[in-house]
Structure formats: structure tokens, C-alpha cells
């Protein structure tokens, strides 16, 4: 039985709230399953489902009553304790001109593969979560997506969404043909444009400690720095199984710093940016 996983992962952010969630399917010892995981400024939901409530079509998951796509999400979810239900829709996506992980995409056994379907886009709707409503009017959204059989060993992602852009950086341990090394890939959109970041164009990491992260690419530097986190644990998997927890701070503050050609681009600290830092640990 061969193992796998397949998710993607959702960020919904209004002035005051932030919403995530992860919806995927998994293979490992244990057999195939698919999972619903929640994510909020105060709280981590997990929900189980048998693999047959799974089904892929074109840009759109269904696990159960829950649909997630292009379009938007829409949530049913009563377990005990448990009651979840709302729609939110999506508009405006921004997806990137080519697939993030560029050559690499082409390179069969990798242990995970990122995708980035939309940068920034706004989201509309009501989620209700044990009776606390999560509302967005015209707030904005994230949408990425991994597949492979394991996470990094050790890795730092993290994403912004701000009002001039986004951005999202993944910097991780890589093993290939008998190897390490540093793999690279993220994205800064600012303005409308993007400035693409990878170990493919020349990036490489000129420092990774103390919850900083340093990118160098020809002209362009990219620092990302965890200042405070607020770390919930996550379920990722190792070989296909969930077997691994991970933290993720879904809104923290952290600062980040863009320059190109020696200009400062932007420098700016954020109380609602996304950070998973597994150096070190």
C-alpha cells in the first residue's frame, strides 16, 4: 500500500478574525482516511472521516457535506461537541504565472510538492463555530496546497496577507538521490506584481535561527522574523500517516522586509501574519 497524503489549506482574514482550515486526504499504515482541520486565533478542531466521504473533482474537495474550491467554502459539520456551519466565497483569485515548485515539479519521489493556487483574493460570508461567528465583508484570503507521503524534516513556512500584497515563503530540509540541501520557494505580491523566490532561480538561505529567516536571490533579499508566536498543534503527516504534530501560529506578530536592488520595498511589523517554524526542534 503505497503511502500519500493530499490537503490543501485555506486562510480567511477580516480586521479582527482569522480563519483557517485544512481539508485533506491520507494514507499510510493505518489505512486511507481524510480529515477537516480548523484553525482560529483561539482554537485547533480536528475532525476524522472515512475515505469514502472524499472526493477530488477538478478544483473542488468534498469530504462529507463540505465543499472547498475556487469559488468558496461551504461547511456542515455536527459532531459532538462539535457544530460547524457557514458559507464563505471567494473573488478576485490570484493565481501565480507558473507552478511554484517550477523544474522541480517535474521530479518524481519527492517527499512533499507545494501548490499555490491563489495569492490574495477577498472573502464574503459566515462561519459559526459552537455558536462564535467568524464574518468577513471584503476580507481577504489564502489558498495553497502539499502532496507527497511526509512533511519536511525541518522546515519554516510562513504567509502574510497585508494591504498592498501577500506574501509566502517555504524554506525546508530536502532529501534527494541520497542528499540534503535547502530547498527554497516563495512569493511576494505587492502592488499587483510578482517577485518569485526560488532555490530553481538562484535562491538561498544566508541565515535560518532564532525564528528569522534571511533570503538572498540576485538583487532581491527576503527576511521574515517570528517576534511572538501563538502556536496550536496541527496534525501533519509521515508516511501518509498523521502521526506527526506540528505548530502553527495562524495569526502572530512577525516582521517582514523586501528589498530589491538595494530599495527597500516594504518593512513592516504585522500582528496577523502565519508562521510555522520546525528548525531546531
Sequence with gaps: ??????????KCQSDTQTFAIIPAIHQGKGGRTCSIQIITDTEVQKVSFSSENFCKRKKNLFIGKNRFGQKGIWLDIDEEGLKIKGVLKFSQMSPLKY?????FACIPFMECRHQVWSMRHFVN????????????????GYWEGDEGYSFPREYVWTQCLFQEGSVMLAVADIPMFGIHF????????????EYRIATYLGAKASEIKNKTVKIVQRGIK???????????????????????HIRESVT?????????????????????????YEYGK
Design 1 to 10: 500500500m503505497k503511502s500519500f497524503f493530499y490537503g490543501w489549506y485555506f
Design 99 to 103: 507552478n511554484i515548485m517550477g523544474p
Design 125 to 140: 460570508g459566515k462561519i459559526i463555530i459552537n455558536k462564535k461567528k467568524y464574518i468577513f465583508s471584503d476580507g481577504l
Design 182 to 193: 535547502t530547498g527554497i520557494i516563495g512569493v511576494v505580491l505587492w502592488k499587483g506584481r
Design 222 to 244: 527576503l527576511e521574515a522574523q517570528l517576534l511572538e508566536d501563538t502556536e496550536y498543534r496541527l496534525q501533519a503527516p509521515i508516511n501518509g500517516s498523521m502521526v506527526r
Design 252 to 276: 502572530c506578530h512577525a516582521r517582514y522586509k523586501f528589498t530589491k536592488s538595494g530599495l527597500t520595498i516594504f518593512d513592516f511589523e504585522t500582528k496577523t501574519a502565519s508562521f510555522e
